[in-house]
């Protein structure tokens, strides 16, 4: 059912983010950050960040981490009018548009929200495919200098729905677990096959967090350097986006780090002979 008036979208925003707020309440969320600066509401953050999370995903960050200057990217499609409302009512700013198509206007908005807060980007939305990363956030980034941070996440044996990304509804009372990147710096004015490297890197590094995310909520086992987060607004972020912060690492160094390379995924996608 397409929801096109004004209070129709209003009143089920309404409801849904009245629903999220008490069935999310109830999880044990947990973060293995591998940077805990890249965090809004540390008191160490600083400098404006892009994070990346699957489509599947978005119901975790959007529960922790309103109200700490972000602004979301949502395609100007009629079934995203409800999350509109619903992020902006969880403490989201929302830039309706895209990277490419259409996104001149949106690209400028995204521009002037970069200079003094967070974006993010679910990179395989709106419509799929599932997991495949998007060219987009790699070229804001190089575009407008901003690092990305990649965040895995995952719930003890969600219910998925038959949605093409098969979106993930956690189980009240069980394990959200998340497992982030340090910030991830992107050149300037990558040419084609630039933007295709880093897009095919940082898709690989998603969908390995992701994954590692997935399997931690799935045993509960403890890990190192695990954190315990709760939803908090950021005392800092309003102030502190706009600072001059860590430039990020790397891609190569940060897929080396969790255990991959550039090159394997170079290696694995080239045709046999």
């Known amino acids: 059912m397409k929801l096109k008036s004004s209070f129709a979208i209003g009143g089920w925003a309404l409801a849904t983010t009245a629903v999220l707020r008490h069935w999310l309440g109830t999880l044990d969320y947990k973060v293995d950050f591998a940077d805990p600066d890249v965090d809004p509401v540390n008191s160490a953050y600083r400098g404006a960040k892009i994070y990346v999370f699957w489509h599947e995903n978005i119901l975790m960050p959007l529960y922790l981490r309103g109200h700490s200057n972000i602004s979301m ?37 995204l521009a002037e929200r970069a200079a003094e807060g967070n974006l993010t980007i679910t990179p395989d939305g709106p419509r799929g495919p599932r997991r495949r990363l998007a060219p987009g956030c790699v ?58 490297r880093y897009r095919a890197g940082i898709e690989r590094l998603l969908t390995h967090l992701s994954d590692e995310a997935e399997a931690w909520a799935t045993s509960g086992a403890r890990r190192p350097h695990q954190r315990s987060v709760r939803k908090e607004p950021s005392l800092v972020a309003r102030r ?34």
């Open 73 to 109: 990217l949502l395609s100007r499609h009629w079934d995203a009018n409800i999350l509109d409302r619903v992020a902006r009512m969880m403490g989201f700013g929302v830039v309706r548009g895209s990277t490419f198509h259409g996104g001149s206007a949106a690209l400028r908005e």
């Open 240 to 273: 502190t986006a706009a600072l001059k912060g860590d430039p990020g690492v790397e891609l190569d160094a940060e897929l080396e780090r969790v255990g991959l390379t550039v090159a394997d995924d170079e290696a694995r996608d080239r045709p046999a002979a």
């Open 139 to 196: 070229f804001l980034a190089s575009t407008l200098g901003i690092p990305i941070v990649v965040m895995g996440m995952g719930y003890d044996r969600p219910k998925r729905v038959g949605t093409w990304d098969r979106f993930a509804i956690p189980r009240p009372f069980s394990r959200a677990r998340g497992v982030v990147s340090r910030a991830i710096t992107v050149p300037p004015d990558l040419d084609r096959d630039g933007i295709e």
